[in-house]
């Protein structure tokens, strides 16, 4: 069979990526355009700003890593493009820019779901995972329990019903005096600490999580004594909040009769909680996450998710817009 070669690009939050991803699965180039330094001094993303950036970097970002791959324009086979979940302005840069490149080359589009696609880097990290299984999907935007049935079906079996758990990592690393993005800046101080703080842990009687409670509590310890060991705090933090996750994953796995879990997004590159999952194989489970730069937003993901819509021949036409709320089974095609 011919080689099938992937442009990504990605552009929904804060980075700025483009990758060519060779039959869905080898990276061939992935170039990551950060922000973070930009939105630090705002103590979060701020959407104008990243629009801007987006738009400054894309070029840029698009044509190194077309030459860092080692293939040419006219080889690329397909185009794949975010085009929701996200910030609307950022999103519309990348799903432009796709689109004038898809006219230009006269190649195919595809729209890709954000959440696909960091559900599929954990395709480019384990060449033989291969669908069903279930995927706890855990990042800055998204918290969601997903029934992965095969590579373009997907169902959710619970979500978060408030914050976003990478959320609630931002929110109390901001807090606590820590800085964004909290999330490894959490991960690294809970490491001197211990999970001594009893914290509250929410038990729903369906699947969904829910992060708002012990998110409030741990602001709230903070406010009262601001003496109190913040690695400590930490550790507790990502102590309860891994138990949450295990226990609802379990439970799907368990339902579905499902013996592979997979992580993804951005907080599954946090140590502690894939050092927890993965204490899940000696009961038979089999754990899978992304190596980090591909947990957290990047283009290989979107590359890797569009290579398998556009096998079963899922192509957008020059219609396409961005979808800032787009459901994980929302269809264009
Ligand atoms: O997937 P991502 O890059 O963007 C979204 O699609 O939301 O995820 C970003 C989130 C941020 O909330 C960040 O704090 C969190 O992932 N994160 C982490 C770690 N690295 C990134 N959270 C916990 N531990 C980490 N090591
Ligand atoms: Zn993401």
Known sequence: MKDIYTLGIESSCDETSASVVKNGREVL??????QI????QFGGVVPEIASRNHIEAISTVVAEAIRKSGITMEE????ACTYGPGLVGALLVGVSYAKALSYALDKPLIATNHIHGHIAANYISHPELEPPFVCLVISGG???LVHVKNYTEFEILGKTRDDAVGEAF?????VIGLGY???PKIDKLAKDGMPTIELPKTQLENWDFSFSGIKTAVINLHHKNS???KADLCSSFEKTITEELIENTLQVAQILNIT????????????????EFLKLESRGYKIYYPEPVLCTDNAAMIASAGYYKYLEGKYADLSLNAVPNLKINEINS
């Open 29 to 34: 180039s992935n170039i990551i355009h950060s």
């Open 37 to 40: 330094a930009i939105h630090e």
């Open 76 to 79: 690329i086979d397909n185009i």
């Open 142 to 144: 998204h918290t969601h």
């Open 170 to 174: 931002d929110k109390v690393a901001r």
């Open 181 to 183: 993005p909290g999330g």
């Open 227 to 229: 003496e109190i060991n």
């Open 260 to 275: 592979k879990i997979a992580l993804a997004g951005g907080v599954s590159a946090n140590s502690y909680i894939r050092s």
